[in-house]
DNA sequence: ATAAACTTTCAAAAGGTTTTGAAAGTTTAA
DNA sequence: TTAAACTTTCAAAACCTTTTGAAAGTTTAT
């Protein structure tokens, strides 16, 4: 397979990949093409590349500005803007951890706290079920928090080798 | 807050969290319902309480069990279905690990190993970056390949345990 | 064999999300 | 100023996913 074949395969791959896990297509293309692009691109040249408009182009590179993954360069003497994607993947996916937790978990967490509290008669099965699921889920959730928390906090190596060591 | 009240806000809840990560909302909200549920539900009962159609409930149902997350149950004498979910959430969160790993993680590890193949010039900066991210990819998609593996095979309390462990 | 009870299918409709592109807005240079 | 260069906005269009519901299919009891 030549560059500009394999470039093409990653950008789709990776933009399937988004998809599945609830990141717009054609964001996770545009991250995608700025990772294999040692240089920052203009909004012109992502809209080139990737054959979708102006507007699409410019809401999806400020989005992926809002998940700080994309930088804006402005380069002396030029008017233009270029956009440059971080690509040390592990502040990628602390980046992406970091978001998504404060986003989506959160907010979990925060109702299922509430859902937690909920009183009602201990011989009604309904209330059992549901007071058991709460808490074992509410547990859960915590733990996850707890494990993102580490790994926001956490160097690479460190981390992995600490997940590792689990099954020496 | 009232029972119904709050079994009504964690089916919302869970429906928009799954939505968020990739599952169909309704898939989701049948799911929730049966985890808030303490015996089986009939095809006829999750259209009324999700009020949805008989296409999607039955379509949801099985999507439910091919996820295994659900199961049909056949009471004696009775000629219709039951649908009746585990209420144990590390059972659900290995199993939806399990499958999403199946399902999306090990195309884009297949895919990844074709791409850190391509060869290229190794002054090219095009051909430096893509192999670089190629590489550092592939490496933390296999220490999350890894760590799922970890996570099928553990106890609950063994997996928490030591993850909490890293930061004693 | 028939009919009732129940499940599955799938084309069409609804609903939701993403994309477009032209117009409006902004910044800079002269 | 003015106008060129560039960025942002957003209503409408395109696209994609989900849902509906009636019809077809299946199973069971008699």
Redesign the pocket.
Known sequence: MQLPEAKQKFIETWGKLG?EWGI????AQVHALLLVTPDAL???QVMEEL????????????DLMSWGLVEKQLKP?????YFYADKDIWNIARQVAKERRKRELEPVLKTLEELVQVKGDKNDPDFKTFNKSMTDINKMSKNVDRMLDTMLKADESWFWGSIFKMFK
Chains 1, 2 share one sequence.
């Open positions: 998809s717009n297509r054609t964001m203009t909004t012109e054959s979708i408009s102006r507007g699409n182009a410019n809401m999806t590179l400020r003497g030029e008017r233009k803007e």
